[in-house]
């Protein structure tokens, strides 16, 4: 049995050299392929599952987005209903008719542009006073509306995803004030169906469908957006509960689409409904079925090719082997005597010879050595293309950035700058490489900046950053922050600087804005309490002082000093009455304002006064100005307040200048006149409460008109010539967008 087998071994030894290369090679090819078909198929299909899953998690946390937002929206219209002095005054009085008549419109302007769906008016301790979308319906309590009893018990706003009569709505309820009684709350609501389920359709792309829930685990369509409605009713024993967001991927008898259940909270958080979101999977089907097409495809040439190579490969590796040998014998026969082991005859056994291993270094080094020089030139092709597309990308990329990229030379020269900068702000590129004093003039500027970038980069060999400010060649100002880094060759010796210019103009002008409006809040908490303070003693003490100027006689010699307090008391209760005036609420009625109407008003109301005191007003307005958006009367009453203070200080004969002229997004207005009346300490104080005996009767809306420009978004300066008395106040109004 023993010597069988050895038998049977020796005679598959004995096999072809080319089958032997053959077999194991078709095979290794064949288990390959076929591992690597079910690998990348499989990896395939993992992925894109991810990435279906990321997509409709992304859709459902859209979906709950979009409903705070829809919150935070009901509540803000809530909260300006609520704040409305008459709305506080008509509810508190209980006048559901004028409530009406003054909230319809309203009303109804919301209902068209943000399609609210209610507006609720409730009065204490939870009962319902007015529903403008349902006049006739009122009176009953609202017990079960959890929303409105906790705001008119905790004088606080809220937002709800509640139910009400109207059905499931996006709720926001705000408590409304009489000084400091509640008098009710006012509720506005958006509906939670299919517009707003439609409105995410149209905006993200997935199919949404809500179900009501009825009981503890039973659920209702609510509304959907897809044509045959949601899948959740026969998918529901498969899902389970929905208190977390659940995914599921083709589900059975579903293949076609992607399934998130998610759960829809109320305000305390408890489950009012669940969402369905369905994502369209039929592109991507088959796109599935495509690939596994073509790998099928491509690993059958691929191990044909392979068999067919291998074929060749082991044809041609033979032939010279077989020439070998018999040249090796014949060498031997006619030279030598050479024993030779006895093997199995194969070619193996020949090629074990000295001569034969020899021969298979020197052709497997021939082969490496031609395989190398057929490959260079593509290689090299193949490297030379992969640097230009680099090159491409690279250049692509900085073209397309939304910043300012630019490369500096030592000497100022720019050597390169990407198109964002003459886009942003309108220089060519030859006027921008070819001045070598183009950066340090128009970019840099300011004195000092260039220097202490070649300090910074060049000396210090160290990245800079700072903040620009740079004109355009229009004339419009723009902030940039400035990140300058110098590139440096193996030697560390810097060669250039590359630089990076981030436009934050907008950052800049709302930081100004919001500084502006926080400014104003805190001088109008410290003049009320400063006024409070002030008010009581400075009664007391006046009607004291007036009492005994009264009882002392003429002759007596306490009278004058009684005169002097009772003077000096009006003083400062004029100054009260001045304080008072710059703390009291200001109304703005917002609409559009024409400039050039305004100045003629203006111009119109202080005619008489320009005539009486002699005194001509020159004003200059440009050709076009634009529309303003805010208060037509509030702003009349600043500029006027402005100008005659301007006409009591001048001297009589006299010219006050005043020019109107657009600038970047801002109308400016500068007003020039002499004022030799006015010191340092005036310049400095000019807005403050005070009193000034030149201008006493003018002084009380100075305060007040800087107020007013402030709340339209602008600002007001006043500066003095130095050694002269020439007075300039310069206003700046933002213009409406548009």
């Not at 939304?402 to 490369?407: E, N």
């Not at 002392?552 to 307090?565: G, S, T």
């Not at 030799?676 to 007040?704: A, N, S, Y």
């Amino acid at each position: 049995m023993t010597s069988r087998v050895k038998a049977i071994a020796f005679s598959l030894k004995g096999i072809s050299l080319k089958w032997k290369l053959l077999i194991p090679f078709l095979s290794l090819a064949f288990f390959g392929t076929v591992t690597l078909v079910y690998i990348g198929l499989t990896s395939q299909y993992r992925l894109i599952e991810r990435e279906e899953r990321k997509e409709i998690r992304r859709a459902y946390e859209v979906f709950l987005s979009e409903i705070e937002s829809r919150k935070i929206q009901m509540l803000s219209m809530a909260s300006v209903i609520a704040e409305d002095p008459i709305v506080a005054r008509l509810l508190g009085a209980r006048d559901r008719r004028h409530l009406l008549e003054t909230l319809r419109p309203m009303f109804e302007k919301l209902r068209r542009q943000f399609g609210v769906s209610l507006i609720h008016l409730h009065v204490p301790p939870g009962k319902s006073f007015l529903r403008l979308h349902a006049p006739e319906s009122h009176g009953e309590m609202l017990a079960y509306r959890k929303s409105v009893i906790e705001t008119l018990r905790n004088k606080e706003p809220i937002t709800a995803l509640e139910w009400g009569l109207t059905g499931l709505a996006i709720r926001g309820v705000s408590p409304v004030l009489l000084g400091e009684k509640l008098v009710g709350s006012v509720e506005v609501g958006y509906p939670f169906g299919g517009p707003f389920l439609s409105n995410l359709k149209q905006n993200w792309g997935p199919d949404f469908t809500v179900y009501e829930k009825k009981g503890k685990s039973t659920y209702v369509q609510l509304a959907s957006t897809s044509e045959g409605g949601g899948v959740f009713m026969q998918l529901k024993d498969k899902i389970g509960p929905t208190d977390t967001p659940k995914v599921l991927i083709a589900p059975k008898g579903f293949t076609k689409i992607s399934v998130l259940i998610g759960p829809i909270l109320d305000y305390y958080g408890e489950i009012v409904g669940v969402v369905e979101i369905d994502i369209d999977r039929t592109g991507i089907e088959k796109s599935l079925s495509h690939t596994r097409k073509l790998m099928f495809l491509a690993g059958s040439v691929g191990i044909g090719l392979s068999f067919f190579l291998t074929w060749l490969i082991a044809s041609i590796f033979v032939r010279p082997i077989r020439q070998i040998v018999r040249q090796a014998e014949e060498i031997a026969e006619g030279i030598r005597e050479t024993r030779l082991e006895e093997r199995p005859p194969d070619e193996m056994g020949h090629l074990s010879t000295a001569l034969n291993k020899m021969l298979e270094s020197l052709q497997a080094r021939q082969r490496q050595i031609e395989d190398y020089a057929r490959t260079l030139e593509q290689r090299v092709k193949e490297r030379t293309a992969d640097l230009v597309a680099s090159e491409e990308k690279y250049r692509t990329l900085v073209d397309n950035l939304p910043l300012v990229v630019y490369r500096l030379q030592e000497d100022g020269t720019v050597e390169f700058i990407n198109p964002y900068f003459t886009e942003k702000l309108g220089y060519t590129p030859e006027e921008v490489v070819g001045n070598k004093d183009f950066w340090r003039t128009v970019i840099c500027g300011e004195k000092g900046l260039v220097e202490s970038i070649i300090e910074a980069c060049w000396g210090k060999k160290k990245e800079m950053r700072t903040e620009r400010r740079v004109r355009s060649r229009s004339g419009q100002l723009f902030v940039f922050i400035d990140q300058a880094i110098p590139m440096k060759d193996e030697d560390g010796c810097v060669k250039w600087i590359d630089g990076i210019m981030l436009d934050i103009t907008e950052l800049k002008r709302l930081q100004e804005r919001a500084l502006r409006g926080e400014e104003i809040r805190i001088l109008g908490e410290m003049s009320a309490r400063f006024a409070h303070e002030l008010r009581n003693p400075l009664v007391t003490a006046g009607g004291f002082a007036r009492r005994l100027l009264n009882k002392l006689p003429e002759e007596n010699e306490y009278r004058k000093f009684a005169e002097i307090i009772v003077e000096e008391v009006s003083r400062l209760e004029n100054v009260l009455r001045i304080m008072l005036s710059t703390i009291e609420p200001i109304q703005l009625s917002i609409n559009e304002v024409n400039p050039t109407k305004l100045l003629g008003l203006c111009k119109t109301d202080l005619a008489e006064e320009l005539r009486s005191k002699d005194v001509k007003l020159d004003l200059q307005v440009a050709k076009k100005l634009p529309t303003l958006h805010g208060d037509e009367g509030l702003l009349l009453r600043a500029l006027e307040s402005l100008l005659q203070h301007a006409v009591a200080m001048v001297p009589p004969g006299e010219n006050i200048k005043m020019d109107v002229d657009v600038y970047d997004d801002s109308m400016v207005i500068k007003i020039n006149y002499r004022a030799p009346g006015l010191d340092e300490e005036d310049i400095e104080q000019f807005f403050l409460p005070r009193q000034v005996e030149v201008v006493k009767e003018t002084v009380l809306d100075l305060p007040l008109s800087k107020i007013i420009i402030h709340r339209h978004g602008g600002m007001v300066e006043v500066t003095r010539a130095k050694d002269s008395d020439l007075v300039s106040i310069k206003i700046e109004l933002p213009v409406k967008e548009g």
